[in-house]
């Protein structure tokens, strides 16, 4: 079992930038594909990015390529969403996931979940 934590959520100006934190416990994230999703009130969950166990690879929604980057830290369990440039649109309910499957951005796919961490950008 994978525990997901997600933290670095808050309210922020339209231009602003915010930086998200998934942290892991329980078995080692090492060995897993860890991918972001976001879900504002009304609509379904939706892909924002996703980066392979060794952070060779990674893949984004075209809504937010260019101003949200996908990093982490296997020596600390930990995966980062960089985001800038931040619009009301991506306003929402942020979660971080893990799965085996290779960079998938099918939801199904991701076996763990955290909680979410809420993201409001204002105008």
């Known amino acids: 079992q994978v525990q997901l934590v997600e933290s670095g959520g808050g309210l922020v100006q339209a231009g602003g930038s915010l930086k998200l934190s998934c942290n892991a416990s329980?078995?080692?994230?090492?060995?897993?594909?860890v991918g972001w999703f976001r879900q504002a009130p009304g609509k379904e969950r939706e892909f924002v990015a996703a980066?392979?166990?060794?952070?060779?690879?990674?893949n984004y929604a075209d809504s937010v390529k260019g101003r949200f980057t996908i990093s982490r830290d296997n020596a600390e369990s930990t995966v980062y969403l960089q985001m800038t440039s931040l619009k009301p649109e991506d306003t929402a309910i942020y979660y971080c996931?893990?799965?085996?499957?290779?960079?998938?951005?099918?939801?199904?796919?991701?076996?763990?979940w955290g909680r979410g961490t809420q993201v409001t950008v204002s105008s």
């Open positions: 329980g078995r080692t994230l090492n060995m897993y594909t």
């Open positions: 980066i392979r166990f060794n952070g060779g690879a990674t």
């Open positions: 996931a893990a799965t085996s499957a290779w960079l998938t951005v099918v939801r199904e796919r991701y076996s763990y």
